[in-house]
C-alpha cells in the first residue's frame, strides 16, 4: 500500500477521484483566494474607488483612501498566511490524533499561547517580537501535549469527547490564569482584550515579518510529513508494520503544526474553528490522502480567514467584527453539526 | 423468620445511618456558610470585631464601620451566599436530569446565553435592574432549549448535549467578548465580570429577584425532586414507576435554568460553580438521599469561600470567577481522569 503511494499508482481514490479533478480544484480554490485578497484590499469600512486602490497598490498614499487601502494590504496578507497556518495546523492535528474535533482552539493550544505570552510580558519582562513568538510557541507546545495526554488517558484512547473536555477544562484554567496574572498589573491590562478575541486589524509588515520564519518552518514540517500522516491513518501498529517510525512521524508533524498555531497567535490572537472547518471541507472535496489534504487545508484555510475578515468589516460598518468572531460564528455551528452527525458510539 | 428480622432490622440500620449522614454533611455545611458568612461580614480593608458588627448590624451608627459593612460587606455576602444557592441548586438539578456530572449548565454554555442576554441588555439596549434579570433568564431558557433541540437526535445522548454545548459556549462567549468592545467606556473590571463572575459591584437591592427566583424556581425543583430521582434510574423505569419523563425534563429544565439566569444576570457566570457544587455534593452525600438542597449549601459555601479567597488570601485581589475556575478546571480534569480509569463511558 505505502509503496504504491509512493509511486503514485493510485490515482483515483475510492470515491472515483482522480488526480485531474484535484488539479481542478486546486486551481479553482487558487483562484478564489486571489479574487477574495482582491476583494479584502479593495472593501472595506471606508468605500474606495478603484483609481485610489490601483494608485495605492502602487505604493501611494496621497490621499485618505489610497492611506486606507495602504493599511489593508498588510492586514490582507496577513489574514493569508495566519489563515493557511491554521487551516494546516488542524489538518495535520486531526492526522496526528486521528481525531476529528482536533483544532487549536479546541484544544486549548491558542489559550496556552496567550498564557505563555501574558506570563512572559508580566514576569519576565519579555518585549520583543522575536520572544513572543518563541514564549507563544512555547505555550502552545506544552498544552497541545497537555490536552491531549490527558483526553487519552484510560481506555478507548483520545476519543472527541474526551479531548474536547479536557480543552475546555484546560481553556478555562488557562483563561483563568490570564486574568489572574493581568489584573494587578494595570500597564498591560489594556491587552487583555486582544488575548480574548484574536483578529488582523493591527496587521504590519513589520509583526508579520518575524512570524514568518517561523510560519516557514511549520509549513515545510506540516507539508513534508503528508506521506507518514497517510501511514499513520492506517493505525500505529499498520503504520510501524509498513516501516514507519510512529512515535518520530507523530512527533515531527505535531512539532510542525505547533510551530505553525503558536506563531500565528502571537501575532494575530487566538482564532478558533478555521482548523477544524478547512480540512474537513477539504476532505469532501480531495479524499483522505494527506499529500491533497495539507495543500488545499492551507489554500482553504487561507481563503477562511480572508473571507471571515472582509466579512467582519463589511457586517458592522462603521465599526468591524475581529476575524475570531466571525470564525466563532462560522465554526460553532459546523462544530455542532459534525457532532450531530457523528454516529454516537464515535463519541 | 429470625432471617427476615435480621434483614429488616440490618435495613432500618442502615437507612438509619444513611439519614444520619445526611444530617451531618448538611449541619456541616450550614455551619460553614454561616462561618463564612460573618467572616465576610468581618474581614475587609480591616477587621471588625463581633461585637462592634453586632451594633452595627442592629443599626447604631459606628463612624467608619457602618459604611463598610452596610454598603461593602452585606451585599457582597447577602449575594455571594444567594447567587451560590443558585448555582448549585440548578446546577445540581441539570446533572441529575442528565445523568452526568459533566452536563452542568456551566459546561454547556447556559451561563454564558445568560451572560450575553445580560451584557447586552446593559451595554447595548443600556437597560437596568430587573428587566436585565427577566431578558437573562429568557435568554438562558432559549439557549438551552436549542442546546437540547440541537442535540436531539433519535434521543439524547449526554455526551451530545455536552459537545453541542461547547460549540454554543464557544459562539456565545465571542459574543459576548465582542459586545464588551462596543461599551462606550471599556471596563476590565466589567469584562472580567461578565466573562468569569465577580462579586465586586453587589448591592443590596440585587438580592432581591435573587430571593424571589429561589423561592419559585428552587419551589419548582423541590416539588418535583422525587421525580427527578426516579430519573437517574433511566427514562424506561422512571414512566414505570409513575413519572411523567417528558414533563418532568421541561419542568426541571425551565426551573435550572432560571435559577442560573437570575444569578449569572448579577453576578456573571461564576465560572464551574454550579458544575464543583453539584459534583463535590454528590461525593459528600455518596448516594444518600437527592441531592438537591446539599449541592445548593455547597454551592453557597463554594462562592463564599471563593470570594474570600480571592480577596484576602492571594497577593492580589481577585473576583470569584477567577478563583472558581482555577479550582475546578483541576477538578473536572480530574474527573475525565477518573472516569477514564474506571472505564466509565464518557
Known amino acids: ?314 457586517a458592522a460598518r462603521p465599526s468591524e467584527l475581529e476575524v475570531g468572531v466571525v470564525t466563532a460564528f462560522i465554526g460553532a455551528p459546523f462544530f455542532i453539526w459534525m457532532v450531530r452527525h457523528q454516529r454516537s458510539r464515535q463519541l | 423468620m429470625t432471617a427476615t428480622t435480621a434483614s429488616m432490622s440490618s435495613m432500618l440500620e442502615g437507612r438509619r445511618n444513611r439519614a444520619r449522614r445526611r444530617q451531618m454533611v448538611m449541619t456541616i455545611l450550614l455551619a460553614m456558610i454561616a462561618a463564612l458568612f460573618l467572616l465576610t461580614l468581618m474581614l475587609g480593608q480591616s477587621f471588625t470585631p463581633p461585637a462592634e458588627l453586632a451594633r452595627v448590624l442592629i443599626g447604631e451608627d459606628v463612624p467608619g464601620v457602618s459604611f463598610s459593612v452596610w454598603q461593602l460587606r452585606l451585599p457582597r455576602a447577602v449575594l455571594g451566599m444567594l447567587t451560590g444557592l443558585c448555582f448549585g441548586f440548578g446546577g445540581a438539578a441539570f446533572q441529575v436530569m442528565l445523568r452526568n456530572p459533566l452536563a452542568s449548565p456551566d459546561i454547556i454554555g447556559i451561563n454564558l446565553g445568560a451572560s450575553a442576554a445580560a451584557v447586552f441588555a446593559i451595554v447595548v439596549l443600556q437597560w437596568n435592574g430587573p428587566l436585565v434579570s427577566v431578558l437573562a433568564v429568557l435568554a438562558g431558557i432559549a439557549v438551552a432549549l436549542a442546546i437540547y433541540g440541537l442535540s436531539f437526535r433519535n434521543g439524547v445522548a449526554g455526551s451530545r448535549i455536552i459537545l453541542v454545548g461547547i460549540g454554543v459556549a464557544a459562539m456565545l462567549e465571542s459574543f459576548i467578548a465582542y459586545t464588551l468592545t462596543q461599551a462606550p467606556s471599556w471596563n476590565l473590571q466589567e469584562a472580567i465580570r461578565w466573562l468569569s463572575g465577580s462579586l465586586n459591584s453587589a448591592q443590596l437591592s440585587q438580592a432581591v429577584p435573587v430571593l424571589v427566583a429561589l423561592v419559585v424556581f428552587g419551589g419548582l425543583l423541590l416539588s418535583r425532586s422525587r421525580d427527578l430521582d426516579t430519573l437517574t434510574l433511566g427514562d424506561d423505569t422512571a414512566a414505570g414507576l409513575g413519572t411523567d419523563v417528558a414533563q418532568t425534563r421541561i419542568i426541571v429544565m425551565v426551573a435550572a435554568v432560571g435559577l442560573i439566569s437570575v444569578a449569572t444576570a448579577i453576578v456573571g457566570p461564576v465560572s464551574f460553580a454550579a458544575f464543583l457544587s453539584g459534583s463535590i455534593a454528590a461525593r459528600l452525600l455518596a448516594g444518600n438521599g437527592s441531592v438537591l438542597v446539599p449541592a445548593a449549601l455547597v454551592g453557597a459555601a463554594l462562592v463564599l469561600l471563593s470570594d474570600y479567597v480571592g480577596q484576602f488570601l492571594l497577593p492580589s485581589r481577585y473576583p470569584v470567577g477567577v478563583v472558581t475556575g482555577a479550582l475546578g478546571a483541576p477538578y473536572l480534569i480530574f474527573l475525565i481522569v477518573r472516569l477514564n480509569r474506571t472505564g466509565g463511558s464518557l
Open chain 1, 1 to 314: 500500500m505505502k509503496l504504491a503511494l509512493r509511486q503514485g499508482q493510485f490515482p483515483r481514490d475510492r470515491a472515483g477521484r482522480s488526480n485531474r479533478s484535484r488539479r481542478a480544484w486546486l486551481a479553482a480554490a487558487l483562484a478564489l483566494l486571489a479574487a477574495l485578497c482582491l476583494l479584502s484590499v479593495a472593501v472595506g469600512t471606508r468605500q474606495v474607488g478603484w483609481v485610489d486602490i490601483v494608485s495605492a497598490l502602487r505604493g501611494q498614499v496621497a490621499t485618505i483612501e489610497q492611506a486606507a487601502v495602504a493599511v489593508r494590504i498588510p492586514r490582507t496578507l496577513l489574514a493569508v498566511l495566519a489563515g493557511s497556518a491554521l487551516g494546516l495546523a488542524g489538518a495535520v492535528m486531526q492526522g496526528v490524533t486521528r481525531n476529528p474535533l482536533a483544532d487549536p482552539g479546541i484544544l486549548g493550544v491558542n489559550l496556552g499561547a496567550s498564557l505563555a505570552v501574558v506570563v512572559g510580558v508580566a514576569w519576565f519582562g519579555v518585549t520583543s517580537a522575536d520572544a513572543y513568538i518563541w514564549t507563544a510557541i512555547v505555550g502552545a507546545a506544552l498544552s497541545a501535549v497537555f490536552v491531549y495526554v490527558i483526553g487519552s488517558l484510560g481506555r478507548g484512547g483520545a476519543t472527541p469527547l474526551k479531548l474536547a473536555l479536557a480543552g475546555v477544562a484546560t481553556s478555562v484554567a488557562f483563561a483563568s490564569f490570564v486574568t489572574a496574572v493581568i489584573l494587578p498589573r494595570t500597564d498591560i491590562a489594556g491587552g487583555i482584550q486582544s488575548w480574548r478575541v484574536g483578529g488582523v486589524g493591527g496587521a504590519t509588515f513589520d509583526a508579520t515579518l518575524e512570524a514568518a520564519p517561523f510560519l516557514a518552518a511549520g509549513l515545510l514540517l506540516s507539508l513534508s510529513s503528508a506521506r507518514r500522516l497517510n501511514s499513520l491513518a492506517l493505525g500505529d501498529e499498520m503504520a510501524a508494520g509498513l516501516g514507519e517510525r510512529v512515535a518520530l512521524a507523530r512527533a515531527t508533524a505535531a512539532l510542525g503544526a505547533v510551530l505553525l498555531c503558536g506563531a500565528t497567535t502571537a501575532v494575530c490572537g487566538p482564532i478558533g474553528f478555521v482548523g477544524l472547518v478547512v480540512p474537513h471541507l477539504c476532505r469532501q472535496l480531495v479524499g483522505v490522502d494527506h499529500r491533497w489534504l495539507l495543500p488545499f487545508s492551507t489554500i482553504g484555510g487561507a481563503c477562511l480567514l480572508v473571507a471571515a475578515d472582509v466579512v467582519g468589516r463589511i
